[in-house]
Nanobody
Framework: QVQLEESGGGLAQAGGSLRLSCHAS????????MGWFRQAPEKDREFVAA????????HYADSVKGRFTISRDSDKNAIYLQMDNLKPEDTAVYYC??????????????WGQGTQVIVSS
């Protein structure tokens, strides 16, 4: 059973930065794809970024490309989302996701509980 736990959300001003963390526990993650999704109020959940645990492959939504960076720490079984130059439209609950594949807009099988990010203008 894979368990995902997010942390690092909070309040930031436009142009500021936040770093989200997702700690994973369960089976070995070497074959998994892991990533981040977000859901703003009254909107559908949307893909943000993903990486393959065992390669250097990463993928980003156009809306965050050049501003957000996804990374991993194999020793800690964790992935991160560094969010720079934040915009008010980045306000959402951010979810960590993992599975055999991530095919936007669809995520993998496993989801965290989510962490709130609020960006003020």
């Amino acid at each position: 059973q894979v368990q995902l736990e997010e942390s690092g959300g909070g309040l930031a001003q436009a142009g500021g930065s936040l770093r989200l963390s997702c700690h994973a526990s369960g089976p070995p993650f070497s074959r998994y794809v892991m990533g981040w999704f977000r859901q703003a109020p009254e909107k559908d959940r949307e893909f943000v970024a993903a990486l393959k645990w065992s390669t250097s492959w990463t993928h980003y939504a156009d809306s965050v490309k050049g501003r957000f960076t996804i990374s991993r720490d194999s020793d800690k079984n964790a992935i991160y989302l560094q969010m720079d130059n934040l915009k008010p439209e980045d306000t959402a609950v951010y979810y960590c996701n993992a599975g055999n594949s991530i095919s936007p807009p669809h995520g993998g099988e496993y989801w965290g509980q989510g962490t709130q990010v609020i960006v003020s203008s």
